[in-house]
């Protein structure tokens, strides 16, 4: 089996980092990137076969060549035209996965050959430490045998799950952005312990920590994060009183509007990238 990374950035690389680390059944990988630089990084790193379109204008082509799988990993924008140049050189059995955000599945078959399978995937950046979440979604011609191909190449890098694609900027604004809610929390403890006269250097490492094991804490238990809040939160103690005053400023809605805002704006990228090819 040849799979082919297609502008492969850090996403990617992580994707292909744990394939190569996991993989019982060996597949060649090959990858493309912009610059010479950055395929002469992956070659080092992982002993692939790396090109880049600065040098070789049909890296994309070649890579795509005889291909069983092809992930293309550029950023939405160049979704299309990626899909336009290597659409010569797919085979009608070559899986073609898209890992950009907001390019919907019809707006990439359509660049492709017809009836080429095609998948949908989101994933979100703790896949790179093996923790991540990935929406699936087939396209139009992809069997449940080509969903499950696309779920095996990220189950060893965290949970998938197969949703319908109306739901994908959805799982984009829980899962995709929502390690970035974490972090934010995480500076808002920092912030928070610093007010309270703790200093800097050991406020990071009270509010890093913190996260980190009520994360492990979470994975861990069979309990819900409703229950282990509860647990934690005695009655007429120091974490109720907070609760409660975190309470009052509406942070279950803040959350919601902010998830919501950022499914908008996906919608809204899709059709600035429609408005721009």
Known sequence: MKIAFLGCGSMGEAIMTVLLSSSTTHPTVVATTRTAARAAQLQATHGIVATSTAENPFANIEAAQDASIVILG??????????????????????????AAATSLDYVQKELPPRQPLVRAMPN???????????????????????QQAAEIFEASGVVIEIPEALQDAVSAISGSGPAYVFYLTEAMASAARSLGIDPETAAVLARQTVIGAGTLLEQSQSSPEALRRAVTSPNGTTERAIATIETHKFVDIITKGAAAAAVRAAEIAQEIRAED
Do not use: D, N
């Open 74 to 99: 550029t950023k939405p924008y160049g979704i299309a035209s990626l899909a336009r140049v290597i659409a010569g050189a797919l085979s009608p059995k070559t899986l073609v996965i898209t890992v």
């Open 125 to 147: 950046t703790p896949l790179k430490v093996g923790r991540g979440v990935v929406g699936l979604t087939g396209g139009e011609y992809a069997t449940a045998e080509h969903v």
